[in-house]
């Protein structure tokens, strides 16, 4: 499938900065032929993420079906991180999508984006998980070594094409960002994110004053939003 | 570079986005938040910078297989027999579960009992619907008894020796058509009538007899939408000379007299 092809399932979702995105605008206002665009077509197609929320609020599950083809990778991806157990990783996909769909109906758009939500869900969940092990492992003394899974299998999924570019696109981003950090900043925001660590459970861990940790913290994200905001899942109005 | 922090709350929104504070530091920092728009825009656009840190990591496939589990799960939390969590902060990091085991154990019994409800509320379903269907079908078994037995003696009455059949037509026209099936010895007949127009609401279709050049009504009847009736039992005078039987429009009810038109008419053969 060439770039351009899998443009053409592009959906209303914005997608600042994805060159498939961008390159398909520019060639749409420069060859505007009715045999390319018969009508505003494929770009107003697919539901709105908010729109599938409202849809899977009234009670339809189908929206979570259409939630689950756009982001289950992106879910199953953090929450693999943060346990490392291909089977942990799958429970809390499950366990976030059901509980996407009971509280739908509280879901405050102002809040911030679908993706958004979902992805936090799913890390809270995946943390949750990772903390009952752990403690379970404790209490029974066996400290078993759970080691992650062998590397995972790729390319078994059929996504949006669109999508995964989107994600490839946004992830590259995102790991620029990172790297442009300080470490000790990088260190202090990636355990408080995949491993759950208070910004004091983090200076303890590393020693450091608190107050330390809560500036990297503070001034790590700030720089982080200002490099990511063209890449956010959605754009604030 | 050490700013000295905390002369702001708002200097936790990032913490906070990123689920970094203790549950109390967080609680704090949301009665903040309710009082300030500009802090709760900046805590969403935080937010969408920590969501997106999930894609920093390396990219994991689902096994395809997992779709359908997902939409099974939905589907069982159909029911929603779970109290959804507390409503402040849905889905957003923030409070630390007391205790994760405790809160397991619980969700697994509460989900086998559950599964054991649904399962057996579908149980029930299913065998009430059995129940009904079953219900629906000697209904309609009896409903069709009953009409064999109507046609029965329908074709009885019609087939049996010395019934002789009158048609009451409007000047020879085949439609619309009464056919009266008349029992000389038993003084009845049965009304058979095809193709008329059914009359509007508070009106009716009312039989006459032309008994000595004089009519003597009969029988009122209404016919389906396509226009169809079967009347029985319907009794003709016995004395004197019944030489016609026709067919008016008259209030519901029937008259006395016709009020309307002769719409159908047939003589009757003589003695």
């Known amino acids: ?22 390159a398909f605008a520019r060639l749409r206002d420069r060859f505007l032929h009715p045999w390319l665009m018969p009508n505003p077509g494929p770009v107003s197609s697919a539901p709105a993420d908010r729109d599938l929320v409202a849809q899977a609020a009234a009670g ?40 996407a769909w009971r509280d739908a109906a509280r879901f405050e758009p102002g809040r911030g984006s679908v993706a958004g939500w979902l992805t936090m869900i799913a890390r809270s969940r995946a943390l949750d998980l990772v903390r009952a092990r752990s403690r379970r492992e404790r209490i029974t003394q066996t400290a078993a070594a759970d080691r992650p899974d062998a590397p995972l299998a790729m390319g078994a999924w059929r996504g949006d094409p669109a999508d995964a570019l989107d994600r490839t696109e946004r992830g590259r981003q995102v790991r620029a960002a990172l790297d442009d950090l300080s470490p ?44 990511l905001r063209p890449f956010f899942f959605e754009q604030s109005p | 570079m050490s700013t000295p922090d905390e ?47 999930a894609l920093s990591a390396p990219e994991a496939q689902p096994d395809p297989g997992l779709r359908a589990r997902v939409l099974d799960a939905v589907a069982a939390g159909k029911v929603r027999p779970l109290p959804a969590p507390p409503a402040t902060v849905p889905s957003w990091p923030a409070a630390r579960r007391p205790s994760p085991l405790v809160w397991g154990a619980l969700a697994a019994a509460l989900l086998a009992a559950v599964g054991l409800g649904v399962r057996s509320a579908r149980l029930a379903d299913e065998l009430a619907q059995r129940d009904s269907t079953i219900a629906q079908q000697t209904r309609t078994l009896a409903e069709q008894g009953r009409q064999l037995a109507a046609r029965d003696s329908t074709l009885e009455s019609v087939l049996s020796p010395g019934v002789e059949l009158v048609q ?21 007949a049965l009304l058979r009538a095809s193709k008329l127009k059914p009359v509007p609401p508070g009106r009716t279709y009312q039989l006459w007899f032309i ?16 226009g169809d009736a079967v009347i029985s039992q319907v009794s003709v005078p016995a004395e004197g000379q019944v030489s016609a039987a026709a067919v008016t429009e008259e209030p519901a009810g029937g008259s006395p007299q016709p009020t309307t038109p002769v719409l159908l008419v047939g003589a009757l053969p003589k003695t």
């Open chain 1, 1 to 22: 499938m060439t770039p351009l092809a899998a443009c053409g399932t592009v959906g209303p979702r914005i997608r600042l900065g994805v060159a498939c995105g961008l």
């Open chain 1, 60 to 99: 339809d599950e189908r929206a979570i079906g259409q939630l689950y083809d756009r982001y289950a990778t992106v879910l199953y991806t953090v929450a693999y991180r943060i346990s490392g157990q291909r089977a942990d990783a799958e429970e809390v996909v499950i366990e976030s999508f059901a509980q």
């Open chain 1, 184 to 227: 000790p900043q990088r260190q202090a925001i990636e355990l408080a994110f995949f491993e759950g660590l208070s910004q004091s459970e983090i200076a303890a861990r590393l020693n450091e004053p608190l107050g330390t940790v809560k500036t990297r913290v503070r001034l790590g994200m700030q720089k982080l939003r200002t490099a």
């Open chain 2, 7 to 53: 002369t702001s709350p708002r200097d936790l929104a990032a913490a906070y986005a990123l689920g970094a504070l203790s549950a109390e530091e967080a609680r704090a920092f949301e009665s903040y938040l309710a009082t300030s728009p500009e802090a709760r825009q900046e805590v969403a656009e935080l937010r969408e910078t920590a969501a997106l840190l």
């Open chain 2, 168 to 188: 009451l037509t409007a000047s020879g026209d085949p439609d619309p058509r009464i056919q009266l099936f008349w029992d000389r010895q038993h003084n009845t």
């Open chain 2, 211 to 226: 008994k000595d050049g004089k009519p003597v009504p009969s029988v009122t009847f209404n016919v389906a939408p396509a």
